[in-house]
């Protein structure tokens, strides 16, 4: 089956404490992003990737890193978590073969306090 | 920036009713997309209209683009409490520009 899998998908975390998002597809996609969703504002991007070793930021880059050493992954990587960190995050991913369908993943529910 | 606009903010009908939901944009697109967002949960790719298509049908969905107007709307006929959940339109990516560019829904309620 077609799939974004995202982990974990509950977190509570302190002030930081360096916590690593996961995201995975199993559909060879070359394309892949991360979004936070926050109420009020909408689905935000954070960082995309074209392909392997290719990375760049999107809208809300700032307290976020990322890297893509494989295809299928592309971990989001929190350093130092602050509160206004708290969101729901969403990876995505897209293929040539895809056209402009982007796929996305089940959410992280992510609070820190 | 948020590049779409829906309209309404929430709806809530009677199941068996009809729901239209409309979006605006702001810039010239290749193509614009409607999610779905159940409670919570991850967005689900509903259809896609490419900028020289008026209409396109998909089982209960028809989705319509008016570029002149910068505006689509979503309509959903004989509504089931399972089509309860938010509705998103997005624009993108188009070149150079590798996101989707969401408004901020119309969470639509079917009551039975």
């Known amino acids: 089956e077609a799939q974004v899998t995202q982990n974990p998908r509950y977190l509570i975390t302190v002030t930081g404490k360096k916590l690593t998002v996961t995201c995975s597809q199993n559909?060879?996609?070359?394309?892949m992003s991360w979004y936070r969703q926050d109420p009020g504002l909408g689905l935000r991007q954070i960082y995309y990737?074209?392909?392997?070793?290719?990375?760049d930021k999107g809208d809300v880059p700032e307290g976020y890193k990322v890297s893509r050493k494989e295809k299928r992954n592309f971990p989001l990587i929190l350093e130092s978590p602050s509160p206004n960190q708290t969101s729901l995050y969403f990876c995505a991913s897209r293929g040539t073969r895809s056209g402009n369908t982007i796929y996305f993943g089940e959410g992280s529910w992510l609070t820190v306090v | 920036s948020q590049q779409g606009e829906e309209d309404p903010q929430a709806l809530s009908i009677q199941e068996g009713e009809n729901a239209t939901m409309n979006c605006s944009y702001k810039?010239?697109?290749?193509?614009l997309q409607w999610y779905r967002q159940n409670s919570g949960r991850g967005l689900v790719h509903l259809i896609l209209i490419r900028s020289n298509e008026r209409e396109k049908h998909s089982g209960r969905l028809r989705v319509t683009l008016d570029t002149s107007k910068k505006s689509s709307s979503l309509l959903i006929t004989a509504s089931r409490a399972a089509d309860t959940a938010s509705y998103f339109c997005?624009?993108?990516?188009?070149?150079?520009?590798?996101?989707?560019?969401f408004g901020q829904g119309t969470r639509l309620t079917i009551n039975p």
């Open positions: 990737s074209m392909n392997v070793e290719v990375t």
């Open positions: 810039t010239s697109i290749n193509n």
């Open positions: 997005a624009t993108g990516p188009n070149q150079g520009a590798q996101k989707l560019v």
């Open positions: 559909m060879n996609h070359e394309y």
